[in-house]
């Protein structure tokens, strides 16, 4: 008999749906315009069985997939677990056999030394195929159509390490998937290795560096020239920590922040250390290079955000949290080793993004949620502007990542629509609201009802209508 913990994160809104969806025409509250064709994939952490242990980190869960296929004025969803080798284990056993976050000591004898992917924290398309990516693992390819699992994807034999990021862009003038791998030689190695992918697939280019301690890679952002890592000490516990207990990660506010710069293309021996005092940053919006000038926009806090991972021995507390859109700017072409510090909005807020046509380039537009204390906000801040527009979503109704739909392929940035689901408190069912995109505090222009409940997701993606077709591989 299954029974998940009696805990917030399986409670509420947050429940797990454990359920796969086909639904072609779904409820709508309003118009969805005609010219919206495509689709909005999402991915999230959805347990397809109670965990071995309570009181484990949220994201510990299998990655399930949501599609909602725009096309003439309506809206289908699909809706797949993805079959990793860890999902058709479990399955097989009918139990949960991963034992907690990361840490493989915790796991049934039963599955040593196999692979312990998720695939649950962002989907793209690119190539052809849906990447399903988590940090940790090499990604997972899926059918755009039919979301059937593909299987683990290595680029056809390309990808250079055992990891890949979840927060991977594509390039969007060349068309390269630009990513990168940390833990890169095993768990708790300080090694990375960023790549470029080609628009067929492949990985054609790898650089290797080492990072000046193991943490928590999770984003980076990626300009015409160069890339750039946030590197803030979210730093692994080590063997010795996990088998004592500890989450793979605890926070050490005594440790330096840095900026790591590399030109596209270049050696790992060209990668330059930029340095700030100890803070948190984790989600990029954009980067962009003026020259040798590389800025990186990032949501920055002078506390660590996440309770799970607190510093050893300390509670975590929200105090002093103070979470906006910064931007990160360091000189190639200087002999300084700091990077300078703005910020660009007041707005406390995460998950940020922009139109995604004009990643690593220079842009005005970036919407991101509030979501921290009783607040729970949809933002919109205008670079040019200044200003920041809010929607105020009902406190009942917590919202997940925004994501642009372009009104058209030649629309200016920022035209066009913000996509984004929330969860009704009072009914626990999931829609999706629709905004025009420069206009949020109008409120939603379209809202889609489901009639079921779904895991919140964390991260997702659009896709244009002449990206959804079927793979051919399954
Ligand atoms: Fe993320």
């Known amino acids: 008999m299954v029974k998940f913990p009696d805990l917030p994160m399986f409670a509420g809104v947050n429940a797990p749906s454990r359920i796969e969806v086909d639904i072609a025409d779904l409820e709508v509250e309003g118009d969805i315009p005609d010219g919206i064709d495509g689709a909005f994939y999402r991915v999230g952490a959805d347990h397809q069985f109670p965990p071995r242990f309570v009181n484990d980190v949220p994201f510990n869960g299998d990655g399930m997939v949501t599609m909602f296929r725009f096309q003439d004025g309506r809206v289908g969803l699909k809706s797949r677990y993805v079959r990793t080798d860890r999902w058709k284990a479990e399955n097989a056993a009918g139990r949960a056999l991963f034992g907690r976050y990361r840490n493989k000591?915790?796991?049934?004898?039963?599955?040593?030394?196999?692979?312990?992917?998720?695939?649950?924290?962002?989907?793209?398309?690119?190539?052809?195929?849906?990447?399903?990516?988590r940090e940790d693992s090499p990604p997972v390819a899926m059918d755009p159509v039919s979301l059937q699992t593909i299987g683990n994807w290595d680029f056809h034999g390309t990808l250079p390490g055992p990891t890949c990021s979840a927060h991977c862009?594509?390039?969007?003038?060349?068309?390269?998937?630009?990513?990168?791998?940390?833990?890169?030689?095993?768990?708790?190695?300080?090694?990375?290795?960023?790549?470029?992918?080609?628009?067929?697939?492949?990985?054609?280019?790898?650089?290797?560096?080492?990072?000046?301690?193991?943490?928590?890679?999770?984003?980076?952002?990626?300009?015409?020239d160069y890339v750039a890592f946030p590197v803030v000490p979210i730093k692994g516990v080590g063997d010795e920590g996990l088998k004592a207990g500890h989450p793979h990660y605890a926070w050490d506010p005594n440790e330096e922040s840095f900026m790591a710069v590399l030109p596209r293309?270049?050696?790992?021996?060209?990668?330059?250390?930029?340095?700030?005092?100890?803070?948190?940053?984790?989600?990029?919006?954009?980067?962009?290079?003026?020259?040798?000038?590389?800025?990186?926009?990032?949501?920055?806090?002078?506390?660590?955000?996440?309770?799970?991972?607190?510093?050893?021995?300390?509670?975590?507390?929200?105090k002093g949290m103070d979470v906006r859109l910064t931007r990160w700017t360091a000189d190639m072409a200087s002999n300084s080793d700091s990077f300078e510090s703005r910020t660009l909005s007041e707005f406390l807020g995460e998950f940020p993004r922009?139109?995604?046509?004009?990643?690593?380039?220079?842009?005005?537009?970036?919407?991101?949620l509030g979501f921290f204390g009783t607040r729970n906000a949809l933002g919109h801040v205008d670079l040019k502007t200044g200003q920041t527009e809010v929607w105020e979503a009902p406190p009942t109704k917590p919202v997940q990542e925004p994501c642009f739909i372009p009104r058209g392929p030649g629309a200016t940035e920022g035209d066009g629509w913000i996509i984004q689901a929330a969860t009704d408190g009072a009914t626990n069912l999931t829609e999706l609201n629709l905004f025009e995109a420069t206009q949020i505090a109008k409120g939603?222009?379209?809202?889609?009802?489901?009639?079921?409940?779904?895991k919140p997701a964390y991260h997702g993606?659009?896709?244009?209508?002449?990206l959804v077709k079927p793979s051919g591989l399954v």
Not at 172 to 178: H, I, K, S
Not at 444 to 451: E, G, K, T, V
Request: contains cysteine.
């Open 105 to 133: 000591w915790t796991d049934d004898p039963l599955v040593e030394g196999m692979n312990r992917n998720l695939a649950n924290t962002n989907v793209l398309i690119h190539a052809g195929v849906l990447l399903a990516l």
């Open 169 to 224: 862009k594509i390039d969007p003038e060349t068309g390269y998937l630009v990513g990168f791998g940390f833990a890169a030689k095993g768990d708790f190695s300080r090694d990375v290795v960023y790549f470029e992918v080609s628009p067929e697939g492949r990985v054609v280019h790898a650089a290797w560096f080492e990072l000046p301690f193991y943490e928590m890679q999770h984003d980076f952002g990626v300009t015409r």
């Open 265 to 318: 293309f270049g050696r790992g021996d060209q990668i330059r250390w930029f340095r700030n005092p100890n803070q948190f940053a984790s989600h990029v919006m954009n980067a962009f290079n003026e020259g040798s000038k590389v800025h990186l926009d990032l949501c920055r806090s002078s506390i660590n955000l996440f309770p799970f991972f607190h510093e050893i021995g300390q509670p975590w507390s929200p």
């Open 354 to 368: 922009n139109d995604d046509r004009f990643q690593t380039r220079p842009y005005r537009h970036g919407w991101m």
């Open 444 to 454: 939603p222009i379209a809202a889609i009802r489901l009639p079921v409940h779904l």
């Open 461 to 466: 993606s659009w896709a244009d209508g002449s």
